[in-house]
């Protein structure tokens, strides 16, 4: 079964430090998200994408987070510099197309800022 | 506006009970009303979803009924599961944009 791929899967990193994840997208999905994750509380969107172009990135901290997906395929989530309050789980998550409800979710990365 | 409220909080049922979530909006412009299941240390899962034209769907022993009137959706477990024992999210989301997620359900089944 076709699944989303998130790397690393646990992140450890220093207050002020820059840190990256992963995304891989089900193959063919057209639409990728992704989304933080607090402790005890529902996933929000950072930033989604339609093929290579940002369609809503307006709850993306711009000062510090920054996504990409250069090739309308895989995505990269940056944060620069870390802060403790970024201690979350950061997940990804696909769907076919602008026009397909469903959104399937990759495992996330847990990340904790010391 | 954009919330969506999940109750309750947690949920405690015996192996073979009926484990009821309830979740209410107030945009009447969601269109897309899915639940996911996430167990620890996992992603979010799609369990099953519904659209405002139908008022209930079920799929084997997980059934969504919604109330377009009251702008209010439940998720019932059927012959609940220790397997089931999970958060459950419920979501909605304007056509295909961002879901806007509840706070989350623990349910614990008990055997």
């Known amino acids: 079964e076709a699944e989303v791929a998130q790397s690393p899967r646990y992140k450890i990193t220093e207050k002020s430090q820059a840190v990256a994840f992963w995304c891989d997208p089900i193959?063919?999905?057209?639409?990728l998200y992704w989304y933080r994750q607090i402790l005890g509380q529902g996933p929000e969107l950072l930033v989604q994408?339609?093929?290579?172009?940002?369609?809503?990135d307006s709850q993306l901290p711009k000062d510090r987070f920054s996504a990409e997906r250069l090739k309308g395929v895989d995505s990269t989530l940056k944060i620069q510099p870390a802060e403790l309050g970024d201690s979350a789980m950061y997940l990804c998550?696909?769907?076919?197309?602008?026009?397909?409800?469903?959104?399937?979710f990759g495992p996330g990365t847990r990340l904790t800022v010391t | 506006q954009q919330q969506v409220k999940q109750s309750p909080q947690s949920l405690i049922v015996q192996k073979g009970g009926i484990s009821i979530i309830n979740c209410a909006y107030e945009?009447?412009?969601?269109?897309?009303f899915p639940w996911y299941q996430q167990f620890p240390g996992k992603g979010p899962a799609l369990l099953i979803a519904?659209?405002?034209?139908?008022s209930e769907k079920k799929e084997g022993r997980f059934t969504i009924s919604f109330n377009k009137s009251a702008k209010q959706f439940s998720l019932h477990i059927m012959d609940s599961q220790p397997g089931d024992s999970a958060t459950y999210f419920c979501?909605?989301?304007?056509?295909?944009?961002?879901?806007?997620f509840g706070t989350g359900t623990r349910l614990q089944v008990f055997p």
């Open positions: 998550a696909s769907s076919f197309d602008r026009d397909s409800y469903e959104q399937y």
């Open positions: 193959s063919g999905h057209a639409t």
């Open positions: 994408f339609q093929d290579e172009s940002v369609v809503d």
């Open positions: 945009n009447t412009a969601f269109d897309y």
């Open positions: 519904i659209r405002p034209d139908v």
């Open positions: 979501a909605a989301s304007i056509y295909t944009d961002k879901l806007i």
